[in-house]
């Protein structure tokens, strides 16, 4: 089975890049390849232009990656457990690094605290930690806020903002749209093994620029010459796709003409889920 | 060097954070090995001339430990990372493939060797043993825990499940243990068996251990050491070469 299949893209340094698709599609392959767990048959993956093959101790070195899996040594401590990775890459005592990290990620009060003993948002805070520890100019986030409480989630989001903003590149892939729509300059999205879009994540939403008008009206008819397109009804209820934002003007206007009272109206922007169900082929 | 010392003491960490249950259980179990069959054998067993059953069991309890523990330190710690998946903060980070093998042997070599100092400091005071040649005690300790360990290794590395290891363990390291000398000496067995035992490396480990004890074996002390030797080489090559090739940890 071929997991992935042409994938070739350019995160640039100081990005905070998206990698979106279904379940199955490469992500975590893609990712792997990067981090050097799973070897490809053909083609090269580069860190900061590190070979990470035949250079792979410069590429580990620049690169820290949160896995999706929940995984922990139940035999160490939190600090135990940072100490241990920053060993890995060659660190003698960076206490101090570790310090920090533990106060960002909220875990100095759990230091001591056997792995075993954490909760799960807990232990997710840990693999973040872990993927710090040797101050790595490349943070991969693998699914990072998964099965992950809301508070935990915010407080991740404003420490990978901070590190973005301090210059680290960020590529991460997840499931919650809102959270690429919310953090990401750029999206690849992956179907397949291959790119099926890749740009900005604003001119991913320009693309679909159209507007959803979801309607209550007084009756269960629409009137005749209304802009745009019906996606459904149910009763007196309506929801149709409007091409530009101009057009909401004219359905207005067709509406008041035709006698029609709105009792409610909502108008949804695109967003960035109606663009990855588009362009993965899934129904709206 | 940095990360090898920090993967080794990794590993040495983990079997010291339990060691009730890798140092101490062994260390009972090669015990009660003496009380029963030293009891049961004693004066009806003839092994070495001016030798003791009693005497001659210790040593072969002693590198009977050290060879077992050496094998479950490194095979029982990578499946469980396997399994578990923490494997990958290893996988991860920027350690050689040579790195990861010394890391892994020497730790097991220590598991080992404590437990081999534990067995015998536990059962010296039973029984009278002499210590004619240390030098010889040491280099086959040594190296049959190096090749335990590393054949740890191997077994960790190709199982995907406990099971696969146990069995590995059951049906392969148990049987060549038990029937390396531990508890006879090769030469009192009917005559298939010596043959059997020459292709048993394990014999050679547990004879040239007891040499430096007793100062008599059942065969050449420097051959079996040139046995043991080039086994660890062969295991250590390939060792290297499954770990060179990523084989069943990186995809």
């Known amino acids: 089975m071929r997991a992935l299949a042409g994938v070739s893209l350019a995160v640039g340094e100081g990005e905070f890049f998206g990698l979106l698709g279904p379940n199955g599609a490469g992500k975590t392959t893609l990712i792997n390849v990067i981090a050097g767990l799973v070897r490809p048959d053909s083609g090269r993956a580069c860190v900061m232009g590190a070979d990470v093959a035949r250079e792979y101790r410069r590429a580990r070195r620049l690169l820290g990656v949160v896995p999706q899996e929940l995984v922990f040594d139940p035999f160490f401590t939190v600090r135990e457990t940072l100490r241990l990775q920053a060993g890995y890459y060659g660190l003698r005592r960076n206490d101090s690094w570790i310090d920090e990290v533990m106060h960002h990620l909220d875990l100095t009060a759990k230091a001591d605290a056997n792995m075993r003993s954490l909760s799960g948002g807990m232990k997710r805070r840990v693999l973040v930690a872990q993927a710090l520890v040797h101050k790595p100019p490349v943070i991969v986030l693998d699914e990072p806020t998964a099965g992950v409480d809301v508070e935990l989630r915010q407080g991740l989001w404003q420490f990978v903002r901070r590190l973005n903003r301090d210059g680290h590149s960020i590529v991460l892939t997840t499931h919650y749209l809102e959270e690429a729509e919310a953090h990401c300059q750029r999206i690849a999205m992956l179907k397949d093994g291959r790119i099926a879009a890749l740009d900005t994540t604003r001119n991913l939403l320009g693309s679909f620029s159209g507007l959803e008008l979801r309607l209550h009206l007084d009756r269960d008819a629409l009137p005749a010459g209304l802009p745009g397109e019906v996606l459904g009804a149910d009763g007196t209820q309506f929801r149709l796709r409007l091409a530009n934002p101009a057009d909401l003007e004219a359905a207005l206007a067709r509406l008041r003409e035709s006698g029609v009272t709105i009792r409610e109206m909502e108008v949804h922007p695109p967003d960035l889920e109606e663009v990855f169900l588009r362009l993965t082929g899934r129904p709206s | ?251």
């Open chain 2, 1 to 251: 060097m940095m990360r090898f010392a920090t993967l080794c003491t990794k590993e040495l960490l983990r079997f010291f954070k339990v060691s009730v249950q890798t140092v101490a259980a062994p260390v009972l179990t090669a015990l009660l090995y003496l009380v029963i069959f030293g009891h049961a054998l004693e004066g009806r067993l003839q092994v070495y001339d001016g030798v003791r059953y009693t005497s001659f069991l210790v040593p072969g309890l002693v590198m009977m430990s050290v060879l077992q523990n050496a094998f479950a330190n490194s095979s029982s710690s990578l499946i469980q990372s396997k399994i578990t998946g923490n494997i990958v903060f290893v996988l991860l980070a920027p350690i050689s493939y040579v790195e990861f093998f010394a890391a892994y042997v020497l730790a097991a070599l220590v598991r080992g060797i404590v437990v081999g100092a534990g067995v015998l400091v536990v059962t010296v005071w039973f029984v009278e043993l002499r210590l004619e040649a240390p030098i010889w005690v040491l280099a086959f300790a040594l190296l049959g825990a190096a090749l335990l360990g590393a054949l740890g290794l191997i077994a960790g590395v190709l199982s995907d499940k406990i099971d696969q290891l146990a069995a590995f363990q059951n049906f392969v390291i148990m049987p060549l243990t038990f029937l390396s000398g531990v508890f006879y000496s090769i030469h009192s067995l009917p005559p298939f068996v010596p043959r059997l035992s020459h292709d048993n490396p394990f014999v050679y480990m547990v004879d040239g251990f007891r040499y430096g004890f007793f100062g008599v074996s059942d065969f050449p002390p420097l051959a079996s050491l040139a046995i043991v030797a080039g086994s660890l080489l062969v295991v250590s090559l390939l060792n290297l070469g499954l770990l060179k090739a990523g084989y069943k940890l990186r995809s």
